[in-house]
């Protein structure tokens, strides 16, 4: 098992309640939607789960608002932060440089984009079988989001107490 799914596992086993809360909160879903549940859990902070609505991931993690979203993207493809900056300022000009300079000072986690891919991940788990819960960890340095199975709660029910 990888480093990041050891973590992830780890981090799961030490909120069994709010995965528990989260995972029969969404079964009882009957479509998916911006409003379906997801489950965020924090490894800094005072609140270290939260049960949320996907839609609501933005107001939860701090994020770049969409008109970065294409500096992102070319730095993520290996564009250089300067010549990211000069095709991005080129090509939305002062929508561009007002979201550039809002964000000086301020180091968010994940992109739009990112909150995009989310949601798409949270569709694709709803539409499972068993169905499956998005998880979004803030790790406080990063970000990462992965799918859990709400049918592990009622699997860990069911084991004989140790």
């Known amino acids: 098992m990888d480093d990041l799914k050891t973590r992830h596992e780890r981090l799961l086993d030490s909120h069994p309640e709010a995965l528990r809360n989260a995972a029969n909160q969404l079964l009882g879903?009957?479509?998916?939607?911006?409003?379906?549940?997801?489950?965020l859990l924090s490894t800094t902070g005072p609140d270290p789960s939260r049960v949320v609505a996907?839609?609501?991931?933005?107001?939860w993690i701090d994020h770049l608002g969409p008109d970065l979203d294409g500096f992102v993207r070319l730095r993520r493809q290996g564009v250089a932060t300067e010549e990211a900056y000069a095709r991005c300022r080129e090509l939305e000009g002062d929508t561009f440089l007002g979201a550039w300079n809002a964000l000086q000072?301020?180091?968010?986690?994940?992109?739009?984009?990112?909150?995009?891919?989310?949601?798409?991940?949270?569709q694709q788990g709803?539409?499972?079988?068993?169905?499956?819960?998005?998880?979004v960890v803030n790790w406080g340095d990063q970000v990462t989001a992965f799918l859990v199975a709400c049918d592990r709660v009622k699997?860990?029910?069911?084991?004989?107490?140790a």
């Open 29 to 39: 879903e009957a479509t998916w939607s911006l409003a379906t549940t997801a489950l």
């Open 105 to 122: 000072g301020r180091h968010p986690l994940v992109s739009h984009d990112d909150l995009n891919r989310f949601a798409v991940l949270s």
């Open 155 to 161: 699997r860990q029910k069911e084991r004989p107490a």
């Open 54 to 59: 996907v839609g609501d991931l933005g107001r």
């Open 126 to 135: 709803f539409s499972r079988s068993p169905r499956n819960m998005l998880v």
